[in-house]
């Protein structure tokens, strides 16, 4: 069914005039003769473009999604604040949905772990915030030699300057990494627990996506590495820093990664998820001791001097506590066991019939699958951009979803149903016979 929205031919062509994507290479969209997909409307786990058709949202909106589009009680929540108001400054001022979503984050974790919470906006800032959180708190409590970061090859943190500079895909941080941090990269924990005491004395923190890195392709960390990164942490004096931007609110089957090792951070990098997907807030959250560094005269100048206008917007908190409310209200967590093992075996069953599909991995409801040559059972030219041919093919089936280069990634929000789940796989399947042959 058409919307028959007599705007749709100027939309796109006004796309293609103004509009510059992200990580979207625009010569190639703007000479494609290809439309624009148009997203007009939302409903549960599916999206409807301008032209009517229906899709899956099988990346959760880039991972953002939680429980649907428009659920009524994140709605409403958006709606009642919305008669009170939309922004207020956090600068000097606080609001209600800010203090009590505080107040719910921390409560979470074990007492007197995680206490205080910094808001921002995006992921990126999350981490920024953790970080210059822990550079200030050395300089605050003179121990200036701890100014290294420890990062891991393949992470991903975010596009800003620092943040960027901690991530290990060349690709993301180019040349903007010599303008960044300080920041070694290991490959394993094996390689961090090798480390000698003087280069321990120099660590500040330890930064990682709990149990998956998400834009290196899905790839899983090995069990029980995350609790040993806490243990040496520990014993050193140094800082973990947890990424949980993706893997946040129910993703890998419980509502934080880092539960599934029972490692406490000392710093807990949340966005994404945080609103249930329906707009940009991110958090840090940080333990009484770092925060009461900061504590002292204004002329000593321990102030966190760092900020951004819309840090605890209400509107965005107030859809937070509403997404956080579905969690509790629909015991969500309690219900992603059969969804999970649906996914696992639709991902099984892929395998055995698709002569394209490689190594798959999946924990929770975040499912990667890896393309290879049939003929030669090696990885495909990532020039060809075979991954995102196959995931623009899978529209034609009912999916939305992007690739990472040639690995197809499966994440769709936590209120799919089984059979949607198998519907998705499925397409894939179709999609990639249909690209790389039967």
């Known amino acids: 069914m058409s919307l028959m929205n ?10 293609k005039a ?10 190639d969209w703007c000479a494609s003769e290809e439309d624009p997909l148009v997203i007009v409307s939302g409903e549960g786990a599916i999206l409807t473009d301008i032209e009517g058709n229906e899709y899956l949202d099988g990346n959760s909106s880039i991972w953002t999604n939680v429980h649907g589009h428009r659920h009524p009680v994140i709605d409403a929540a958006v709606r009642e604040q919305l008669e ?29 772990t995680l206490t205080r919470v910094f808001f921002t906006d995006d992921g990126s800032t999350a981490i920024e915030c953790a970080c210059r959180m822990a550079l200030q708190y050395r300089e605050l409590r003179g121990q200036n030699r701890r100014r290294r970061f420890l990062a891991f090859d393949g992470a991903y943190h975010g596009d800003t300057i620092g943040a960027a500079s901690l991530g290990g895909i060349a690709t993301f941080h180019g040349k903007v990494a010599a303008m960044g941090y300080d920041v070694s990269r290991l490959a ?9 005491d003087t280069e321990a ?3 500040n923190a330890v930064v990682i996506e709990p149990l998956v890195q998400g834009a290196a392709g899905m790839r899983l960390w090995p069990a029980g590495m995350l609790r040993r990164i806490r243990q040496w942490c520990d014993r050193h004096g140094a800082f973990l820093i947890l990424d949980e931007v993706m893997t946040g609110f129910g993703r890998t089957g419980r509502l934080f990664a880092c539960e599934h090792e029972e490692a406490v951070p000392d710093f807990l990098c949340l966005a994404k998820g945080l609103t249930g997907g329906y707009m940009p807030l991110a958090a840090t959250l940080t333990t009484e001791e770092v925060y009461s ?5 204004y002329e000593e100048r321990k102030t966190f001097f760092y900020g951004h206008s819309y840090c605890a917007n209400p509107l965005g908190c107030a859809a937070a506590l509403g997404n956080l409310r ?6 969500v967590i309690a219900g992603l066991p059969p969804k999970i093992e649906a996914l696992a075996t639709a991902l099984k069953e892929a395998k055995e019939i698709s002569p394209h599909f490689g190594e798959i991995r999946q924990i929770g409801l975040i499912a990667a699958i890896d393309l290879l ?4 059972g090696e990885p495909l030219d990532w020039r060809e951009e075979t991954g995102a041919k196959v995931c623009r093919r899978a529209r034609a089936y009912g999916l939305l979803t992007r690739p990472i280069r040639d690995t197809l990634v499966l994440m769709p929000p936590l209120c799919v149903t089984e059979k949607q789940i198998r519907e998705a796989v499925g397409a894939l399947v179709q999609a990639s016979a249909d690209v790389l042959g039967a």
């Open 6 to 15: 007599p705007d749709r031919e100027a939309l796109r062509r006004l796309d």
């Open 18 to 27: 103004h509009l510059w994507h992200p990580f979207t290479q625009m010569r």
């Open 84 to 112: 009170r108001i939309a922004h207020c400054s956090a600068l000097g001022f606080s609001n209600e949905p800010a203090i009590r979503l505080a107040e719910k984050l921390v409560g979470f974790f074990p007492e007197d």
């Open 188 to 196: 394993t924990v094996e390689a961090l627990e090798s480390l000698d």
């Open 201 to 203: 004395e120099e660590v």
């Open 293 to 297: 560094a900061f504590l002292g005269r």
């Open 326 to 331: 579905v969690f509790a209200e629909e015991n």
């Open 373 to 376: 040559d049939q003929a030669t």
